[in-house]
């Protein structure tokens, strides 16, 4: 395992590690605004004949807290992490936020992308016509214990060290498993080491999100995106799979795979069919990119 100090195009330092030989696939994470928590989806695509790249966006983790903090400028350093490892063409594997950070790089330079993997996005109609029934479905989830304590800490400021217990709280309703403790246990996993949420960061590319996807202009430029593209659900995401129907209907070049049982992280609750789905696509030779037949606070 390599660190890097991959420096962006004005001079930001982002921190970058790479894994493995072969096929490179570089990692794009969650958020905005959070950092590098794809350890273990990466260490399911590790072994013979793939490279992992990961990487923390800029203003998080490990990177230098400075922006500026935008779609655009989000594009323009995963491209500078492409060419600090000197690829010429790689697959994408984006998360939530990651993954339409993903289908977005795609979207601009589709000639260094070999292969797309969509992992839990939110699709590519405007956010009011899934926010609702993900609102719905958080409350649902967060009951209990967790609910009072989560209603105690979010009337506190933000900025504390009670943050980190708030995203705990918030990110274990990320998980399908009936009991709340195994749930919590994934997000403390997720949460170590604490890096702090760059809500400056957050707020920014969310409001650039809401205000210019969900377009016509989006939908087609999905129509004309010749990349072969993987997208993976979890059943049990509390986040509408519906949403993500219009992307599925809008690629050219497209398969999809819903893991059952499992939740916004499919890899922790269904290692071995987000494995299998994933290392199989990467790995796939002369599949639809080779000319064949087609096979809130944070996103997260």
Not at 209 to 238: F, H, Q, S
Request: glycine share 12%.
């Amino acid at each position: 395992m390599d660190d890097a100090a991959v420096l962006a195009d004005d001079g930001v330092r982002l921190w970058a590690v790479r894994s493995g030989d072969g096929v490179p696939v570089v990692f794009c994470h969650g958020g905005p605004g959070l950092w590098d928590t794809l350890g273990d989806a990466a260490a399911l695509l590790l072994g013979d004949g793939v490279a992992v790249y990961r990487w923390d966006q800029r203003g998080a983790g490990r990177s230098e807290r400075c922006g500026p903090y935008s779609v655009g400028q989000s594009v323009a350093d995963l491209d500078a992490v492409r060419r600090h490892f000197g690829l010429d063409r790689m697959t994408l594997l984006g998360h939530s936020w990651g993954a339409q950070l993903a289908l977005e790089y795609a979207l601009r330079y589709p000639e260094r992308v070999e292969r797309l993997v969509y992992v839990s996005g939110i699709g590519i109609d405007p956010s009011a016509s899934w926010r609702g029934a993900f609102r719905e479905r958080f409350w649902e989830r967060l009951d209990g214990e967790r609910l009072e304590r989560w209603t105690f800490l979010d009337g506190l400021p933000r900025g504390g060290e009670e943050d980190r217990e708030l995203c705990v709280l918030q990110w274990s309703t990320d998980f399908a498993d009936p009991d709340p403790d195994v749930c919590i246990a994934h997000a403390e996993r997720m949460a170590t080491p604490w890096f702090g949420v760059n809500f400056e960061c957050s707020a920014a590319i969310n409001a650039e999100n809401r205000r210019d996807w969900g377009t016509p202009a989006l939908r087609a430029r999905c129509t004309g995106l010749r990349v072969a593209t993987l997208i993976v659900d979890g059943e049990l995401d509390l986040r509408p799979r519906d949403a993500v129907d219009s992307l599925e209907a809008a690629l050219p070049e497209v398969s999809r795979v819903v893991l059952k049982g499992a939740g916004h992280l499919p890899w922790v609750e269904e290692p071995a069919g987000f494995g299998a789905a994933v290392r199989g696509f990467v790995l796939e030779r002369g599949g639809p990119g080779d000319g064949a037949s087609p096979p809130a606070g944070p996103l997260r």
